[in-house]
């Protein structure tokens, strides 16, 4: 499962939806992404992928703080 916060929104996708898998890089996934939400992918060029140890994937805006 890939959990992608963009937006203001929250979704959870299917990686085969997206087209993506573990072995692929932050940049590759980002591009999936941006795919599916029909955005250059630029737009995505601060998001962050983390990768939990189940396996799933999160899509998120990098955090900052202060």
């Known amino acids: 499962m890939v959990?992608?916060?963009y937006d203001g929104r929250?979704?959870?996708?299917?990686?085969?939806?997206l087209g993506v898998?573990?072995?692929m890089?932050?940049?590759e996934i980002k591009q999936q992404v941006a795919r599916h939400f029909?955005?250059?992918a630029?737009?995505?060029d601060t998001y962050?992928?983390?990768?939990t140890p189940n396996g799933?994937?999160?899509?998120r805006p990098e955090a900052v703080y202060g």
């Not at 929250?10 to 939806?17: A, G, H, M, T, Y």
């Not at 799933?56 to 899509?59: I, M, Q, S």
């Open 3 to 5: 959990h992608i916060r």
């Open 10 to 17: 929250s979704v959870d996708v299917r990686e085969q939806q």
């Open 21 to 23: 898998n573990a072995g």
């Open 25 to 27: 890089t932050d940049r």
């Open 38 to 40: 029909d955005v250059g």
């Open 42 to 44: 630029k737009r995505l």
């Open 48 to 51: 962050v992928v983390d990768r």
């Open 56 to 59: 799933d994937l999160v899509v």
